[in-house]
């Protein structure tokens, strides 16, 4: 028999009963898992963060158009501070900002991480692969994780207000130029460059800890958001000094690649989302 379209009311109730189900599936995913044992961590060398680097501009040379498309709205969110930092009161933050990049860098390389595990399958990498991500079921995990780190910036940046406030506020600077020798010519200005230097590698640290395999073991597998932090966590620390590694790679690449106006990052962060994947296959059993 052949099928009918339906009015719309039915078509509607239809589409809220399937994305319903899809709701409900997601939000059991979070918590549970099909594993029978915990993801084991491997030994990590320098020769996995190299090939890691090599493997994520192979996938980029393969959809660089796909990968910068996906992305551009980094760039755009990252000019909007800028212009948002422009003003006197936000001037201070401006590089905190741009440093909180590497914060909520895992969350924009999700829908990368997606597309890197197509191609590693044998398929063709479209654009649209990308967004195959909110039909996962730990979909739901991901957005979890990714309020997580959202709120990790938001107290980064509440943490390097009061650093200045302390140190070379409480009033905004007069100028930029005023606020940049004030930062470089005086003792105040010394200390918090300091302070918020340590404070925010914690910050990094901490984020880095969360999420350095999380996204990508829980696209690749049925595990549970605990389950997928639990395993970032124990790579890090049998792997010590090769992510910390991997952590300054990208703090340094977001940095460089924020000078040029951030026009860097549309390549940069497609580059590192491709390699992220990759070194999650080397670290994780």
Same mark, same amino acid.
């Given at each position: 028999?052949?099928? $009918?379209?339906?009015?719309?009311?039915?078509?509607?109730?239809?589409? !809220? #009963?399937? $994305?319903?189900?899809? /709701?409900?599936?997601?939000?059991?995913?979070?918590?549970?898992?099909?594993?029978? #044992? &915990?993801?084991?961590?491997?030994? &990590?060398?320098?020769d996995?963060?190299?090939? =890691?680097?090599?493997?994520?501009?192979?996938?980029?040379?393969?959809?660089?158009?796909?990968?910068? /498309?996906?992305?551009? /709205?980094?760039?755009?969110?990252?000019?909007?501070?800028?212009?948002?930092?422009?003003?006197?009161?936000?001037?201070?933050?401006?590089?905190?900002?741009?440093?909180?990049?590497?914060?909520?860098?895992?969350?924009?390389?999700?829908?990368?991480?997606?597309? =890197?595990?197509?191609?590693?399958?044998?398929?063709?990498?479209?654009?649209?692969? *990308?967004?195959?991500?909110?039909?996962?079921?730990a979909?739901?995990?991901?957005?979890?994780?990714?309020?997580?780190?959202?709120?990790? /910036?938001?107290?980064?940046?509440v943490?390097?207000?009061?650093?200045?406030?302390?140190?070379?506020?409480?009033?905004?600077p007069?100028?930029?130029?005023? +606020? *940049?020798? *004030?930062?470089?010519?005086?003792r #105040?200005?010394?200390?918090?460059?300091i302070?918020?230097?340590?404070?925010?590698a914690?910050? !990094?640290?901490?984020?880095?800890?969360?999420?350095?395999?999380? +996204?990508?073991?829980?696209?690749?597998?049925?595990?549970?958001?605990?389950?997928?932090? *639990? $395993?970032? %966590?124990?790579?890090?620390?049998?792997?010590?000094?090769?992510? %910390?590694?991997?952590?300054?790679i990208?703090?340094?690449?977001? &940095? %460089?690649?924020? %000078?040029?106006?951030?026009?860097?990052?549309?390549?940069?962060?497609?580059?590192?989302?491709?390699? $992220?994947?990759?070194?999650y296959?080397?670290?994780?059993?």
């Open positions: 028999m052949a099928k $009918t379209i339906g009015n719309p009311l039915s078509w509607l109730l239809q589409g !809220a #009963e399937t $994305t319903g189900q899809h /709701f409900g599936k997601t939000v059991g995913e979070m918590g549970s898992s099909d594993v029978t #044992e &915990l993801p084991q961590a491997r030994r &990590l060398s320098m996995d963060l190299i090939h =890691s680097l090599a493997a994520g501009l192979e996938d980029f040379a393969a959809c660089r158009s796909d990968a910068m /498309f996906l992305v551009l /709205f980094y760039p755009v969110i990252g000019i909007a501070l800028i212009v948002m930092s422009l003003s006197m009161n936000l001037l201070p933050l401006i590089v905190p900002m741009i440093m909180g990049f590497a914060i909520l860098g895992p969350i924009a390389a999700v829908g990368l991480y997606e597309m =890197s595990s197509r191609r590693e399958a044998g398929f063709k990498p479209r654009w649209m692969d *990308a967004f195959g991500v909110i039909r996962s079921p979909f739901g995990a991901i957005l979890v994780l990714g309020f997580y780190l959202a709120a990790l /910036f938001i107290i980064w940046l943490a390097a207000d009061m650093i200045y406030i302390r140190t070379l506020g409480p009033e905004p007069a100028s930029i130029l005023g +606020f *940049a020798t *004030a930062v470089v010519t005086t #105040e200005g010394w200390i918090m460059a302070a918020g230097g340590a404070l925010g914690v910050f !990094a640290f901490a984020a880095l800890a969360m999420s350095l395999v999380s +996204f990508p073991l829980l696209l690749d597998r049925h595990v549970g958001l605990p389950v997928a932090v *639990a $395993t970032s %966590i124990k790579v890090l620390r049998k792997n010590p000094v090769i992510c %910390i590694t991997w952590g300054v990208v703090g340094c690449a977001l &940095l %460089i690649a924020a %000078i040029p106006f951030l026009a860097g990052l549309i390549i940069v962060v497609p580059v590192l989302g491709h390699a $992220t994947w990759h070194l296959r080397r670290a994780v059993k």
